[in-house]
């Protein structure tokens, strides 16, 4: 019985933890750093706190087991930084160019269609994690992808250093 207590405290802390920690995360997150490229005509968007801790989440349930701290676990010559993003064919580094390969998964250059190896909306049949993904969550981890290169530096993608 009393190690029932135990581990009963021992969840409310953690809990209590995980909470203080989110909402320390969310004030980390300033109006310039939500400021990310929303398409290749360089427009820029602000993402809400709410879009922003609502993409740090699906990432992490949805993306974050292949690429951890934007590394490519399946192929480690691409990764999810800002200059990697930049360079694929057509342009990742916006909004609307992750959300078109949450769609529609292409290889780096943009020739072959990977939608059967990727996570994608056109594949939910293959993996059922995408299949409840609306516009709207899609946008909120593309702004994620893109915000964590400001928060984490180097050490998003790898840590590739191309400067």
């Known amino acids: 019985m009393f190690k029932r207590y135990i581990w009963l405290v021992v969840a409310t802390v953690f809990l209590a ?10 004030l980390d997150l300033d109006k310039e750093t939500r400021t990310v490229l929303l398409n290749d005509r360089d427009e820029m968007v602000t993402l809400t706190l709410k879009e922003a801790k609502k993409g740090q989440k699906l990432y992490g349930s949805i993306c ?16 999810l930084d800002k200059k990697s993003l930049a360079f694929a064919t057509p342009r990742r580094d916006t909004i609307e160019g992750i959300v078109d390969y ?3 998964p292409t290889t780096y250059d943009g020739e072959i269609d990977i939608s059967e190896f990727h996570p994608a909306t056109s594949s939910a049949d293959l993996f059922g994690e995408m299949r ?6 899609l946008y909120a981890m593309a702004g994620h992808i893109l915000i964590q290169p400001k928060l984490r530096g180097i050490a998003w993608g790898g840590g590739k250093v191309y400067d």
């Open 132 to 137: 409840n993904l609306s516009d709207d969550d």
């Open 102 to 104: 949450l769609k529609n």
């Open 64 to 79: 974050a087991q292949c690429h951890p701290a934007g590394r490519t676990k399946t192929n480690p010559n691409v990764q």
């Open 17 to 26: 933890f995980q909470i203080f920690i989110d909402s320390a995360m969310a």
